[in-house]
Structure formats: structure tokens, C-alpha cells
């Protein structure tokens, strides 16, 4: 295993209907083949909400409006260590499209399951699983 940890910021998209944004890593990829929620590394010196918010405008066209930290998720593979910095974006604007060409999909949170995800996404899909759902009424002070 690699000494040096991979910091990938993530996030969990949530749209006005409780669905969850998803997206298909390459075959080229590590782990290439396997649904994740999307996002990307964090490079060195880069806080990990503008990690977020560029890794999100670059594979989805998607413009980050409000995330609120969810987790984080170390997992260690027999190639590579990975701290997965976990984000709960409820609100972004931008058409939605893969400009790496990767597929992706609006999924209800009960179907999540149906998709295979990299083994470090395991505790993601939980929590994802676990959040309440949203209602009409505001939280907000």
C-alpha cells in the first residue's frame, strides 16, 4: 500500500425531490466501472469546500451553492490510500451534463443500493441512506 493518502473531496447532491446525484467512474479509472458520488482530489494547499466546488464545475457543470460537511471516510486499497472529505450539497444550479463523458443519474435514495459502488463508498452509501428527508418546511433562522 502507498504511504501517501489521496484527500478527494465528495459530494453527496441532493435535489429538491430527496434523489441523489450519482455518476460512472471510467474503466481507465481506479476502480474504473463503479457508480460514486462525484468530486475529486484535493490538490495540495486547496481547501476541500473549493476542491469541491471545481471538481464538481468541471466533471458535472454543476455550481456548488451551499454543502455542509456529512463525513469522512478513510479506506485503505492494496494500491492506494484514500480520506474521503464527504460534502451535503442541497443547493447548486448549472445543466447537469458529464464533460469527461461519464454517464450519471438522479437515483431515488432507497435505490442506491442497485448500483455498485468502489468499497471505500460503503459508509457514504450509509449515511446516505440514514439522512432524513426533506420536507417543505424551512430550518433556516
Not at 494547499?45 to 463525513?71: C, F, I, K, S, W
Not at 490510500?81 to 450539497?89: E, G, I, M, R, T
Not at 442541497?90 to 455498485?116: C, H, M
Given at each position: 500500500m502507498s504511504e501517501h493518502q489521496?484527500?478527494?473531496?465528495?459530494?453527496?447532491?441532493?435535489?429538491?425531490?430527496g434523489h441523489i446525484l450519482i455518476s460512472q467512474r471510467a474503466q481507465s479509472q481506479h476502480q474504473g466501472g463503479f457508480w460514486e458520488f462525484p468530486g475529486?482530489?484535493?490538490?495540495?494547499?486547496?481547501?476541500v469546500v473549493v476542491?469541491?466546488?471545481?471538481?464538481?464545475?468541471?466533471?458535472?457543470?454543476?455550481?456548488?451553492?451551499?454543502?455542509?460537511?456529512?463525513?469522512k471516510v478513510t479506506h485503505n486499497y492494496p494500491d492506494k490510500s484514500v480520506l474521503l472529505d464527504v460534502w451535503h450539497v442541497t443547493e447548486f444550479s448549472g445543466k447537469i451534463q458529464g464533460n469527461e463523458g461519464q454517464p450519471w443519474r438522479w437515483v431515488a435514495r432507497p435505490d442506491l443500493i442497485n448500483?455498485?459502488?468502489?468499497?471505500a463508498n460503503g459508509?457514504?452509501?450509509?449515511?446516505?441512506?440514514?439522512?432524513?428527508?426533506?420536507?417543505?418546511?424551512?430550518?433556516?433562522?
Amino acid at each position: 500500500m502507498s504511504e501517501h493518502q489521496i484527500h478527494v473531496a465528495v459530494g453527496v447532491i441532493e435535489n429538491a425531490d430527496g434523489h441523489i446525484l450519482i455518476s460512472q467512474r471510467a474503466q481507465s479509472q481506479h476502480q474504473g466501472g463503479f457508480w460514486e458520488f462525484p468530486g475529486g482530489k484535493v490538490e495540495a494547499d486547496e481547501n476541500v469546500v473549493v476542491a469541491l466546488v471545481r471538481e464538481l464545475q468541471e466533471e458535472l457543470n454543476l455550481h456548488v451553492g451551499h454543502a455542509t460537511p456529512m463525513l469522512k471516510v478513510t479506506h485503505n486499497y492494496p494500491d492506494k490510500s484514500v480520506l474521503l472529505d464527504v460534502w451535503h450539497v442541497t443547493e447548486f444550479s448549472g445543466k447537469i451534463q458529464g464533460n469527461e463523458g461519464q454517464p450519471w443519474r438522479w437515483v431515488a435514495r432507497p435505490d442506491l443500493i442497485n448500483y455498485s459502488f468502489p468499497p471505500a463508498n460503503g459508509p457514504i452509501l450509509e449515511a446516505v441512506l440514514n439522512l432524513p428527508f426533506k420536507t417543505t418546511e424551512s430550518t433556516s433562522a
